[in-house]
DNA sequence: TTGTACGCGTTATCAA
DNA sequence: TTGATAACGCGTACAA
C-alpha cells in the first residue's frame, strides 16, 4: 500500500558478493563462471554452490565492456511490421535463425524498421549492443549496410545489391533457376500465354524470378508482355492481378513471385470466375504455409527459408568466431513442388 | 585478400577521443551528449562538431553500467514462433508496442519462447538487459512471471492468472462481456443450437471467452454442451471444428474464440457442404486481419489489440519513469463486427 | 591454483 | 560552467 514502494526492488548480487560468500576471489568466481579449466573442482563446488544460494546472474554490461563482445546478434529487417509480420517466409527465415543460436549463447535482437533505418537503428547497432548483424529484405536504396560493414561482420539473407566487391557474405537460392522451373512448368503443361506478377524491382529476388520467367518464355518463343509489378504483399498482388487482367485477358497461366502475393491472386481469380488450374494456372514461389492453407494447393517453387535462416545464423557465427575457412556464399536448392494449382 | 583483414575494423571513438578532439574533458562531452543545460552555448557547438566529425556513438555497455539502466524493455511471449508468427493478433500488440516506443529513446527486445521461457530467457532479462518487462499470451504454469516482477517492472497484455495480490499491471478487455456480446448476437439472429471452440484455458483469454458463452446460453435456457477445447491455431480449430460436428451435428451456429481459429473452423464447415451463415452461422473474435482476408467475412468481437499494445507499453514506460499515478488496470472496450458470417 | 590490480567507456559527485 | 576522480561489475594479465 506504501507508494514507492513499487521501486523498492532487491539489487542484484554481483561477482564481489559470490565471492565473499565462497570466501574466495572475485577473480576465481569469474573463473568459474566461464568454466575456466584450472580452477580446483572442490572451490568450483563452493562457488557453484554460492550462486545457487544467491541466485546470482552475471550483468551482461559490465561483462560486455569488460571482453568487448555482447553475445548477441541483430536482423535487421527493412520493412514494416505489417509487411514482416504477413508474410510466411519471414516467420521461417526467423525460426531457422533462432534454432542455430538456441545451440549457441548467443541471443538475437530483431530490429524491424523501414521508416528510419539509418537513424535510430544504425544507432544501436552502432552503440554496440550486437557483436554482428543479419540482413534480411534489403532493397537498393538501403544504402545503410555499407556502413554497417565496416562495423561489424554482417551476413546478407538474398544477394546484397551492392555485391560489386563481392566480399559479403550471403546465403541464397538461385532464383532465377527456380523461377525458370516454376514458368517451364507451365510451358510443360501447354500454357502459351503467360503473365507473372513480380516482387519490387528494387529487390534481388524480384528481379531475379522476373528474369527468369523472361528466360523461360524466350526460349519457348512466347510473348514476355504480360508483367505486373507488386510488392510481395497479398493485397498489392490482387491490385496488380486486376490490372493485368485487363490488359491481358487472354492468359492462361500465371506466375506469382510469392506464395503470399498468390493468395492475394487467387482472391482475385475467383471473384472474376476464372477457374484454377483450368482456366488459369498458377505457379508461385516460396512453399510457405500459405501454399497449402487455402482452398487449393498451390503449386509453387519450394526454397528452404528455414534453412537458410539456420544457413546465415551459422556463417554469422563462424565469422564470430574468427573461422577463416567460411565461404562467402551459400547458394541452397529449390525445387518445384506440384499441387492443384498448376 | 589478405586473410584476417576480415576483423580489422577501426575501433569505434570514444568519449575521450572526442573530449581531445574538441579540446574539453570527457565531462564535459558526456553533458553534451546528455542535453545538460549547464554547457556553454559555444562550447556546444563545437563539442558538437567534434562528435560529427568523429561521427561518435555512445557506448550502450558502458552507459548502461554507469547509469544502471538500459533504456530498452523485453516483451516476453510465452509461444513458439510459429505460433507467434500465425496469429495476427501479435501482429498487432506487437505494432502498438513499437508505435509507443518510437516516441520514446526505448528499444525492443523480443523474446519469444515456449521451449524454456524460465532458464534462458530469465537468465537474459535477469542479466540486466532491461529496464522492464511487458508479457503476453501468458499461461497459468508459467510463474517465472513472479521472479520477474521481483526483479523490474512488469506490464501484462491481458489479466496474469495469479492476479491474487492485485498488484500487478495490465491491460486486457473484458472478455467475457465481449465474448456474451458475440453469442447473443447469435441467439438474437434466432440460433438455438450453438457450439463453441475455445482458446486454451489455461489462459484467461480462453476461459473468460468460454465463460461468456455459457452465460449467454443459460439465460437464454440454451444447452451448453457443445463445446471443444482448442489452442488458438487454424489447424487446431479445425480439428476441434470436426469433432465438435461429429458429437453435434445438429448445431446450427458456432462462436470461434479468435479470428485465426475462426478460419480452420471455416475450412472444415466449406468442407463438409456446411453453407455459412444459413446452415451455421459463424462469429469470431479479435476482428484482425484474418477476418476479412477469406472468402467470408467474418462478423468478430472487435478488440483493440493494436491500442492494447500502445497502451501496454505506454504504462511501463510510466512506470519506468516513476510515475505514481498509473493505474494498475486498463480495461479496453470491444464492439461486435458484423460482417458475412453471422 | 589463486589473488591483486588495472582497464573497459560512461555517469555522477565533488571541487574549483 | 568546467574538470578531476570515483564508481559501475566484470575480465584478465601478472604475480604469488
Redesign the interface.
Known sequence: MT??V??A??P?PTLEMVAAEAGVSRATVSRVVNGSPKVRPEVVVSVTAAIERLNY??????R??ASRQ?QSVALVVPED??KF??D?Y??AV??GI?QRL?ESDY?L??L?AS?DPRH?TM??L????VDGALVISHHTGDNFVADLE????VVFGGRPTNDSGANNYFVDVDNIAGSMSGVQHLVDIGRRRIGTITGPVDMPAGIDRLTGFRRVLENAGLATDAVEHADFT?SGAAAATRRLLERCPDIDALFVASDLMA?GAL?VL?ELGRAVPRDIAVVAYDDS?AAT?G?IGMTTVSQPSKEMGFAMADLLLR?LA?D?TVPHRNIMPTSLVLRESA
Chains 1, 2 share one sequence.
Open positions: 507508494s514507492g513499487r521501486n526492488r532487491p542484484q546472474v552475471p550483468n551482461r554490461a559490465a560486455s565492456l555482447t511490421m505489417t509480420f504477413g510466411p519471414f516467420a526467423v525460426q533462432t538456441d541471443t535482437n530483431l524491424v521508416t535510430k544507432r544501436y552502432r552503440a554496440g549492443n565496416s562495423t561489424m561482420p497479398a493468395t482472391g475467383a504455409p492453407s482452398p565469422l574468427d577463416e
